[in-house]
């Protein structure tokens, strides 16, 4: 089951590039809720280029690019969850949570 939040996170730290997380610009760890949690593996990474659109009165709006990393990480308990960042620009979000 999955549960959508689109919160803003607190902090996001980035694995350094060779650090075998996964890729260079990787979550290591974030803060969300005031809850520090440490990425254990990177399950999937992907993103959508940035764009150009056409809002609803015909002005155009420039979509920054925009890269998903879907995580399993743990707060210092014992169970793991699957989490799913998103970055647009400087600004990072959590989308989504599994259970």
């Known amino acids: 089951m999955t549960k959508r939040y689109r919160e803003r996170l607190e902090e996001v730290e980035l694995a350094p590039g060779n650090a075998g997380v996964a890729a260079e610009d990787a979550p290591a760890a974030f803060r969300w809720r005031g809850q520090r949690y440490r990425v254990l593996s990177v399950l999937g990474h992907w993103y959508e280029d940035e764009g150009w659109w056409q809002r609803g009165d015909g002005l155009p709006e420039r979509i920054e690019r925009t890269d998903l990393w879907r995580v399993e990480a743990r707060n210092g308990v014992p169970t793991r969850g699957v989490y799913e960042l998103v970055r647009?620009?400087?600004?990072?979000?959590?989308?989504?949570?599994?259970?």
Do not use: I, P
Not at 88 to 99: A, K, N, P, Q
């Open 88 to 99: 647009r620009g400087e600004v990072w979000r959590l989308d989504r949570v599994w259970d």
